[in-house]
């Protein structure tokens, strides 16, 4: 299934969760925010977000500074 991760196109499996998302990218316990379709989606529903075909989906990574 085709997907926009960060606008560039990319290929996951049927009924990818977000968490599979995540931790195929190597993101899991990292501090990330994730956006699909311009819709923040809580951490803690990740496991429950199934993605669908070509969903937009933008992560950020938390940087802190001071």
Same mark, same amino acid.
């Given at each position: 299934?085709?997907?926009?991760?960060?606008?560039?196109?990319?290929?996951?499996?049927?009924?990818?969760?977000?968490?599979?998302?995540?931790?195929?990218?190597?993101?899991?316990?990292?501090?990330?925010?994730? /956006?699909?379709?311009? @819709? &923040?989606?809580?951490?803690? =529903?990740? +496991?429950?977000?199934?993605?669908?075909? /070509?969903?937009?989906? @933008? &992560?950020?990574?938390?940087? =802190?500074? +001071?």
């Amino acid at each position: 299934m085709n997907i926009y991760l960060n606008g560039e196109a990319r290929q996951v499996p049927e009924r990818c969760t977000a968490q599979q998302l995540v931790d195929e990218l190597g993101l899991a316990g990292k501090r990330i925010a994730m /956006e699909v379709n311009r @819709e &923040i989606i809580p951490r803690s =529903g990740y +496991g429950e977000h199934v993605l669908q075909p /070509e969903d937009s989906i @933008e &992560i950020v990574h938390a940087i =802190g500074g +001071g």
